[in-house]
């Protein structure tokens, strides 16, 4: 469902970021990227939604080559992807259900059936209920549930998150952990990106590890 063929991104400038990376995911997988800083695990992340490009190599989703996609498919290719990326920050002046139902309305649903929509991911992050308050009177931990709930609302295929847990304490970090893995009993593709792997530990998910663009951990 996702595969990497010999993925190289060199970005401008820049030295290779990503050396002929390959893999392939399978429906259902929960996959957990780590590696140290700069080792281009945020430059691998963002080849899935288009974000960036492969300088050299080929990106599939569900048998498509995403890699060569035209930029008047991307939009269509995102509506199946949820993403947690790092700079999706939260709108603070919006309540916590304007937050969530904004990939929906953007996609043209109907409002009522889009209540019910957000009302429902609310109910799977643990925040039912709390879809009037303003995320600034949350937690960070459940900022994070409000992120996890507007990247499941369109109830993706495939989700992928960059460092969910980062700047949460360990209680709130461990919670999110055990959600990610929850999305796995229900068929959804979740690729993790983390400083952290061992939160996510215990369902035994799938590692790749990168080392300097390298995937040293993982291929298969
Ligand atoms: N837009 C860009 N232009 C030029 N170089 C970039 C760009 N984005 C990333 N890089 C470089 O590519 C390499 C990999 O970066 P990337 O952000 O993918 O690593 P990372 O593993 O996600 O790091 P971190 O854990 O610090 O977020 C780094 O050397 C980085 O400086």
Redesign the pocket.
């Known amino acids: 469902m996702i595969v990497f063929e010999q993925v190289s991104k060199r ?1 401008p400038g ?2 290779e ?1 990503l050396s002929e990376v390959s893999f392939e995911l399978r429906h259902g997988e929960l996959v957990v990227l780590s ?1 140290h ?7 691998l992340l963002k080849m899935i939604p288009v974000l960036e490009r492969p300088t050299s190599g080929r990106v599939l989703i569900n048998n498509q080559d995403v890699s060569h996609l035209p930029r008047a498919g991307i939009p269509y290719l995102r509506r199946s992807l949820g993403l947690m990326l790092q700079d999706n920050r939260l709108l603070y002046d919006r309540n916590v259900f304007d937050n969530i139902v904004l990939p929906l309305v953007i996609g043209g649903m109907a409002p009522k059936d889009a209540a019910r929509r957000v009302h429902a991911a609310l109910e799977r992050v643990g925040l039912g209920g709390r879809d009037q308050e303003m995320p600034i009177g949350l937690s960070g931990g459940e900022q994070q549930r409000v992120a996890i709930a507007r990247a499941i609302v369109k109830r993706p295929s495939i989700l992928i998150a960059d460092e969910p847990t980062a700047h949460l304490d360990a209680a709130y970090a461990h919670e999110i952990a055990e959600l990610f893995q929850s999305f796995k009993s229900v068929g959804v593709t979740v690729i993790v990106c983390t400083h952290d792997p061992a939160l996510f530990a215990e369902t035994r998910p799938r590692r790749l590890v ?1 080392r300097q663009g390298h995937l040293i951990e993982g291929a298969e």
């Open positions: 970005y820049g030295h970021a590696g800083s700069g080792a281009g695990k945020s430059t990168l």
